[in-house]
C-alpha cells in the first residue's frame, strides 16, 4: 500500500477516501479525506469529495462549508456550485 510507503501522500488519501464512500463506510472516507487536506489544503478534489459525504450524512452546514472551500480555490467549479445551492435549498 502506498501509504506505508509513504504516508503523506495526500492523492493516496484521498483515493482511499473516495473507496470508502463507494463502499459506504462514510466515516472511514471523512477520515482520509480530512488527512489529505491536512497534507494539501490546496486541491480541490478533496473538499469537493467531503462535500459529497457529509451531504450524504446529512450535515449540511459542513457540506457548505466544504463546497464553499472548493469555489476559493476553483471560482469556475460549476458542479460544486450547484451542489452548493442544492444545500443551501435543503438546509433551509
Request: aromatic share 10%; charged share 30%.
Amino acid at each position: 500500500m502506498a501509504l506505508n510507503i509513504k504516508p503523506d501522500y495526500f492523492e493516496a488519501h484521498n483515493n482511499l477516501g473516495v473507496a470508502y464512500r463507494t463502499k459506504g463506510w462514510l466515516d472511514k472516507a471523512i477520515e482520509h479525506y480530512q488527512i489529505a487536506a491536512k497534507l494539501n489544503p490546496n486541491y480541490a478534489d478533496i473538499p469537493f469529495n467531503l462535500g459529497v459525504v457529509y451531504e450524504e450524512k446529512g450535515l449540511l452546514v459542513e457540506a457548505i462549508k466544504e463546497y464553499q472551500t472548493v469555489l476559493r480555490l476553483n471560482p469556475k467549479d460549476k458542479e460544486a456550485r450547484n451542489n452548493l445551492e442544492r444545500v443551501f435549498r435543503l438546509n433551509k
